[in-house]
């Protein structure tokens, strides 16, 4: 968990193993689209920095954070070397978020026990939208940076074992 004064965009490049060789798929949540693309966009921009070709990146827009599960699924048929499920849940005023984030959370977790492909959980489930914001290239730096880099050493961890 992030706490107040982390930049979740800070990584020591010198840890990171070469990702040239990897491709990636980035499945992207059209709801809350402001934060989404601002996450998309750290995650596309750590993988550049990090040797990923931008013909190596492929990305595909679902409705929203529930449709992750299915899009992340068909995405690990298209010879990447790990995925990056990008959503955010807000918080309203109904048991809604809690069923969407509870179901795209077990959702993901199956993905990655039933399949060799790893995904990456980059859903931010925030009570407001200035969190979300603040998470996604705010003053708390981006959760899609964050992703992407945990994307990089999972695909270095498939390919070693």
Known sequence: MATANKNLSEYDKATIPNASKFR??????????????????????ALIDNGV????????????????IYGCKKMQEQMVSAVIAIGSVIQ????????????????????????????IFCVLTDNTMKQALERSGGKHGNKGTEAAIAAIKMAELRRNS
């Open 24 to 45: 990636f798929g980035i499945v992207v949540s059209e709801w809350n689209e402001t934060v989404t693309e601002g996450l998309y966009r750290g995650a596309y921009e």
């Open 53 to 68: 070709a931008p013909n190596n990146i492929v990305k595909w827009d679902v409705p929203g954070s529930f449709e992750l």
């Open 92 to 119: 309203g005023e109904t048991k809604h978020f809690d069923f969407v984030c509870e179901g795209v959370t077990q959702g993901i977790k199956d993905l990655n026990v039933m399949h060799e492909v790893p995904v």
